[in-house]
């Protein structure tokens, strides 16, 4: 029997047990908190006792003690013994992570001496390397609850067909970079619609602000250069085992040219054959005024 196995791991507060929910919700046999020098003995015990279960999800963080130190050596066993595995790492900002432990009144399991914060950048350090590792990392930062279980089952949906996931998502500079992105593409250098008073409260998704950018003959320039030279890397990171690809497209507000930059990009990236999902993170922000 061919397993399917998933890692689940990454910062405290930035939704591993959620991540949990929608894998069961996907067929998945979930185990919460297991010490990483198990991993090993639970996958062969599976295997040998012939359950069935052709998809499991372990899932394993700071609480696991020794997980820091166990945790390069377990996956290292895995891999020697043949059995593939994907890593998911789910990442959020430092403020979001201290908003979310005050806000449940949770004790950050590293902050030992009170400061949450701390507690944050001591396991995100400790998570470096693992980070590093991961397949797949998702930025929780600007999703809400509600939106979580859509996004990510569309996500890990597809990841699991053929070859890589492309994920194409545009932003805000005034909001920070986006913290999962491999790729980073600043479209700054186009005209804003921002300053076009009738455009101003459209986004990137509406036609007459699409024409406005996509228009422009520096725009089309840049696509076609952009999408070859994508094109031309993705065989690349295929072959050196990349599951899952984030394409970060910035401009100031992430409300107008970035989004309709990200759209076109990735229609031309679809077109080519390539898996593609787009997300806008900052749009709804801007839109709403916040």
């Known amino acids: 029997m061919i397993m399917e196995l998933k890692i689940v791991t990454g910062m405290s507060g930035a939704g591993k047990s959620s991540m949990m929910q929608v894998l069961e919700d996907m067929g998945y046999y979930c185990v919460d908190n297991l010490p990483p020098d198990l991993f090993l003995k639970f996958v062969e015990l599976i295997l040998q006792v012939k359950t069935g279960l052709a998809k499991v999800a372990l899932m394993a963080d700071v609480r696991g003690g020794r997980f820091f130190m166990d945790a390069y050596d377990a996956l290292e066993e895995l891999s020697h013994k043949g059995i593939s595995y994907e890593i998911i790492f789910l990442e959020a900002s430092d403020d979001i992570l201290v908003r979310r ?155 107008h040219r970035s989004v309709a930059v990200a759209e076109e990009l990735a229609a031309r990236l679809a077109a080519a054959g390539t898996r593609v999902m787009v997300t806008h993170r900052d749009m709804v922000r801007n839109t709403r005024g916040v």
Request: glycine letters at 10%; aromatic letters at 8%; one cysteine or more.
């Open 101 to 255: 432990f005050k806000e449940t009144r949770r004790r950050h399991p590293l902050a030992y001496n009170g400061s949450v914060l701390d507690g944050i950048r001591e396991e995100r350090k400790r998570l470096q390397n693992i980070r590093g590792k991961a397949d797949i990392v998702i930025d929780t930062t600007n999703m809400r609850v509600q939106d979580f279980k859509e996004k990510v089952s569309e996500m890990l949906a597809g990841s699991q067909g053929e070859g890589l996931m492309v994920s194409v998502e545009s932003f805000g500079f005034k909001y920070g970079l986006p913290i999962d992105a491999d790729l980073v593409m600043d479209v700054r250098f186009l005209p804003n619609p921002y300053y076009v008073a009738e455009l101003k409260p459209q986004t990137g998704q509406d036609e007459p602000v699409r024409q406005f950018v996509l228009e422009q003959p520096e725009a089309q320039d840049f696509l076609g250069k952009y999408s070859e030279l994508l094109l031309s890397l993705l065989p690349q990171y295929v072959r050196e085992g990349k599951r899952h690809l984030v394409i970060a497209i910035g401009c100031t507000g992430g409300q």
